[in-house]
């Protein structure tokens, strides 16, 4: 190691800062110029309503949540409402939107659900 690259020992608060930056917690703080100022933080844009709809494919929380509606309903399916379908049950309640719930049950009813049940 160079001497350039090493740390001052005495500088306990940038060496704290440098081993947060080399483990990846921290972005390094850029050099301060003396007389700027930070200018506001922009504002955030409108949410696009098209653009909030979460593909599946794209969201492993969304994959999860599908996957556990799939088993449990399949483990319903074979086993009638046994103990062990509980935790499908738990799991995908507690990962899916109460609105993909509603859609996929009433595509059910329908018989159009596109999942393999």
């Known amino acids: 190691?160079?001497?350039a690259s090493q740390v001052?020992?005495?500088n306990e608060m940038r060496a704290r800062d440098v081993n947060k930056v080399a483990r990846g917690e921290q972005a390094p703080r850029p050099a301060h110029e003396y007389g700027s100022i930070n200018s506001t933080p922009p504002k955030p844009k409108p949410k696009d309503p098209a653009a909030a709809e979460i593909k599946v494919e794209d969201n492993p929380p969304a994959r999860h949540c599908y996957a556990s509606y799939v088993q449990y309903y399949k483990c319903i399916k074979e086993e009638g409402k046994a103990p062990k379908c509980e935790r499908f049950e738990k799991n995908y309640r507690r990962l899916c939107?109460?609105?993909w719930i509603e859609k996929w049950?009433?595509?059910?009813?329908?018989?159009?659900?596109?999942g393999p049940i």
């Not at 049950?105 to 596109?114: I, P, R, T």
């Open 105 to 114: 049950d009433e595509e059910q009813k329908l018989g159009v659900f596109a």
């Open 1 to 3: 190691m160079s001497a």
């Open 8 to 10: 001052d020992p005495h």
């Open 97 to 99: 939107p109460v609105e």
